[in-house]
Nanobody, 117 residues
Framework: QVHVVESGGGLVQPGGFLRLSCATS????????MSWYRQAPGKERELVAV????????NYADSVKGRFTISRDNAKNTVYLQMNSLKPEDTAVYYC??????????WGQGTQVTVSL
């Protein structure tokens, strides 16, 4: 059974930082693309960052380039999102998505990030 579980969200002031984690099990993590999405109230879910199985390929939304870093630890079956210089517009529910080699995908339940004074 596949499990995708995000953690690390919370309330942070503008300019602050957070590190999200996404722990997984039940599939071959090292061959799966992993990505972070976010959804703000009243908006569509958007792709934030994606990383290949080996970690050699990474891509980011323009809105987070230079501030967010996606990484993974294949020994721990975990992907991370380091978020620096946070802005109020980064407030959203952040979701982790696993894209397996079979093209099946699995989502986590999300973790809330709120950037506010």
């Amino acid at each position: 059974q596949v499990h995708v579980v995000e953690s690390g969200g919370g309330l942070v002031q503008p300019g602050g930082f957070l590190r999200l984690s996404c722990a997984t099990s039940g599939f071959t993590f090292s061959t799966s693309f992993m990505s972070w999405y976010r959804q703000a109230p009243g908006k569509e879910r958007e792709l934030v960052a994606v990383i290949s199985g080996s970690g050699s390929l990474r891509n980011y939304a323009d809105s987070v380039k230079g501030r967010f870093t996606i990484s993974r630890d294949n020994a721990k079956n975990t992907v991370y999102l380091q978020m620096n210089s946070l802005k109020p517009e980064d407030t959203a529910v952040y979701y982790c998505k696993a894209l397996l080699a079979s093209t099946q995908s699995y989502w986590g339940q999300g973790t809330q990030v709120t950037v506010s004074l």
